[in-house]
């Protein structure tokens, strides 16, 4: 997945001020960034999200121009999104949004009843989810870990071509955390096609999810890039060297 | 088949109510009470309309001069007693033209047939409570309906006994304004379901048709009633519903009004706790389309100590669909230890469709819970997000949240094929 010169903006306010950015296929990257910076502004407008207007750049998966399509011929050209914040929709049963989302984004792939609960059983069982909630109604009264399992169940069945992962960490104690982190790493090693863009401003989830790549985010541009050492810098000194290094470069 | 008019169709008219009763070969004393209710009927005044945004579409658009009632056909349809069937009832246009009834119907010493032949068949048990809970005076329309009530079914569920099945009734309209009366008698600790589907077939007759429908429940110690009233009209047939059931000591009685058609609809439905430690249950349902206006209410009075209510009420509207819905928790002075909650969620589906929520408490003893809520808006723009994020068109992510809004009380509705029929119905109008 290709991303250049992307500006975008929410209610004219400019929150993506250029950024240029390549996924890799089998690959983890990070975008990290302190609160603010305009992580979750990227993954929303990758993802179509009718409040965020791109002013221009462009966006490429694999060769289809992004950019041009709804939101969900996005998903179904291949991009999945791990939301911050999943939505609840009471009176849908996890079971049966799971299935009309995998007919919606494989059509030609259609599983018939049996085989699709035997392909759900064996992604559970790989993250270790209890079958029970498959009967419950998504993310409707879900723990903040119980929503995150859920999207990580999600990327599972869907199996996408690149995934965004926003801010899977945030409100996880370390059980959960740990649980989730794991839950990538089983996925990965699953699919190991999938390229991941993994957004965090706690460079905590890094710890399960050794990134390829680390991308820094701030004020809307991507000030620096480096491996899996720019995030352990971070860890140790926090954004404030980034930061003065990044204003003293544009003084 | 061409149906027998009234002698005197020209109008609405005492003669044409005494016509009626002759017609349907009833006594002099049946007679009467029809008279009595038509000179009711012309006294009361039109109950209030209650929606804000109504305009000129209220009840007194209805021209009940107008309006006619068919008599009634000599030959009852029937089918023999079937082991495995359901007990399914079918009427059309006030005539029963069919009548199953499951075995256990008859192992259980239950009783159901049509109304007037349950008037002739076992008057002892139909008399007794026929107009106790819903009486000709209520209002306008229940003076109507005693007036020219027709059609209908009598159930009676004897001391003990327990239907596995719900009884299904079948209630069409086809070119006559209706007036069925339902009644429904538990005895002590007997149980029943009963799921009444209402449906109309396209009419070109410029007439108006009136559905008035009346449905009385008697639920006896320790019995439990549940009844499903799922009315699907045209948009060309009129609706004024009263359904009221009364509890005794620890009943237990489930409602579920669900309004989905129709031009202009006025519903009331009340559950009376009469018995202590009795409980209802309120499951309503309404999908305002086209130009509907729906007047709606649901009541849950506690006359008895240590009572429990609860109401939920699911409602939608688009097109330039409107609804009143009022919900009331009435707590009288009897009802020390009464809990009671009502809740309601209407959607908005387009600009131009209107919901008005007002719950209302009334409470005249300090010792009870009572709870209630109501909220009106659109469908969350984040939540269709989510589904085109997983690939899912906008159309399709609208009719998912839509059909998982509602689902709370339609998968409760004791028939699958009912929940099926429902599910359809609201698929339908998005």
């Known amino acids: ?22 996924v890799e296929s089998g690959r983890v990257h990070a975008l990290m960034g302190p609160n603010g910076s305009g992580k979750s502004t990227l993954s929303f407008a990758l993802t179509g999200h009718p409040k965020y207007t791109v002013t221009s750049g462009t966006a490429e998966l694999d060769g289809a121009d992004l950019l041009a399509l709804p939101a969900h011929e996005r998903a179904r050209a291949g991009l999945f999104l791990s939301f911050q914040y999943p939505a609840a929709i009471p009176g849908v049963s996890v079971a049966n949004f799971l299935r009309s989302a995998r007919t919606a984004l494989k059509p030609d792939q259609s599983l018939p009843p049996a085989k699709f609960k035997r392909l759900l059983t064996e992604k559970m069982e790989l993250l270790g989810m209890e079958p029970a909630m498959l009967s419950r109604y998504v993310n409707d009264g879900f723990s903040g870990g119980e929503k995150k399992r859920l999207e990580m169940l999600q990327m599972a069945v869907f199996e996408p071509r690149y995934a965004i992962l ?16 794991e839950s990538v790493n089983a996925l990965r090693a699953a699919n190991a096609e999938t390229g991941l863009l993994v957004i965090t401003h706690y460079p905590r989830i890094l710890q399960y999810l050794r990134p390829d790549r680390v991308h820094v985010m701030m004020e809307g541009r991507i000030v620096k890039e480096g491996g899996a050492d720019l995030a352990d810098l971070i860890e140790r000194d926090g954004y404030d060297p980034i930061r003065e290094e990044a204003v003293g470069g544009a003084a | 088949m061409a149906l027998p008019k009234l002698a005197a169709d020209e109008g609405l008219t005492r003669a044409a109510v005494a016509a009626l009763s002759r017609q349907l070969g009833e006594n002099d004393l049946a007679c009467r009470a029809r008279v009595d209710a038509f000179e009711a009927f012309e006294r009361l005044p039109l109950p209030a309309w209650r929606l804000s945004r109504a305009g000129k579409r209220t009840l007194s658009a209805l021209d009940l001069s107008s309006i006619t009632p068919y008599a009634p056909q000599p030959a009852i349809g029937s089918a023999p007693e079937d082991d495995g069937a359901a007990t399914c009832i079918v009427t059309v246009d006030g005539e029963p033209a069919l009548v199953r009834l ?6 259980q010493g239950a009783y159901v047939a049509p109304l007037e032949q349950a008037l002739y068949e076992r008057p002892e ?4 409570h026929l107009g106790s809970v819903v009486g000709a005076d209520t209002n306008r329309f229940s003076a109507l309906n005693a007036a020219l009530r027709r059609g209908g079914l009598f159930v009676h569920v004897p001391k003990g006994a327990v239907l596995r099945e719900p009884i299904e009734l079948l209630t069409i309209v086809e070119g006559a304004s209706l007036f069925p009366h339902l009644l429904i008698v538990a005895e002590e600790h007997a149980a029943v379901d009963v799921i009444e589907r209402i449906a109309s077939r396209a009419n070109p007759t410029e007439r108006l048709r009136l559905l008035c429908p009346v449905s009385e429940i008697v639920a006896k110690a320790g019995a439990r009633v549940r009844y499903a009233a799922l009315q699907q009209l045209g948009d060309d047939v009129s609706e004024v519903a009263i359904r009221r059931a009364t509890a005794g000591r620890d009943a237990n009685v489930e409602l579920a009004p669900v309004v989905l058609g129709g031009d202009l609809v006025r519903s009331d439905a009340e559950i009376v706790l009469e018995g202590s430690g009795a409980s209802g249950r309120v499951r309503e349902v309404f999908f305002a389309s086209g130009r509907a206006a729906f007047d709606l209410s649901s009541s849950i009075t506690h006359a008895a100590p240590h009572s429990s209510g609860d109401a939920l009420v699911l409602g939608a509207a688009n097109g330039a ?17 009464a809990e009671s909650n009502l809740k309601s969620r209407a959607l908005l589906l387009s600009p131009k469709a209107h919901v008005d929520a007002v719950p209302g408490l009334e409470i005249a003893n300090n010792d009870v819970k009572a709870y209630h809520g109501a909220t009106v808006g659109e469908i969350d723009e984040e939540t269709l997000f989510f589904c085109q994020a ?4 906008l159309d399709e992510a609208r009719r998912m949240i839509v059909t998982g809004f509602f689902s709370p009380v339609v998968d409760a ?8 029929w429902l599910h359809h119905a609201i698929e339908s109008k998005l």
Do not use: C, N
Not at chain 1, 3 to 14: D, F, I, T, W
Not at chain 2, 102 to 107: F, M, P, Y
Not at chain 2, 125 to 128: F, K, S, T
């Open chain 2, 413 to 420: 509705i004791a028939s699958p094929l009912a929940q099926a």
């Open chain 1, 166 to 181: 926003d801010e899977t960490d945030s409100g996880l104690d370390i059980d959960a955390l740990r649980a989730v982190g």
């Open chain 2, 125 to 128: 048990l139909v008399r007794p």
């Open chain 2, 321 to 337: 669909g409107q609804a009143a819905f009022r919900g009331m928790i009435s707590i009288l002075e009897q009802g020390a230890g």
């Open chain 2, 102 to 107: 499951a075995g256990e119907i008859a192992q």
């Open chain 1, 1 to 22: 997945m290709v991303v250049s010169g992307l500006r975008v903006a929410v209610q004219g306010l400019e929150i993506l001020k250029g950024i240029d950015l390549r």
């Open chain 2, 390 to 393: 997983r690939g899912i068109a």
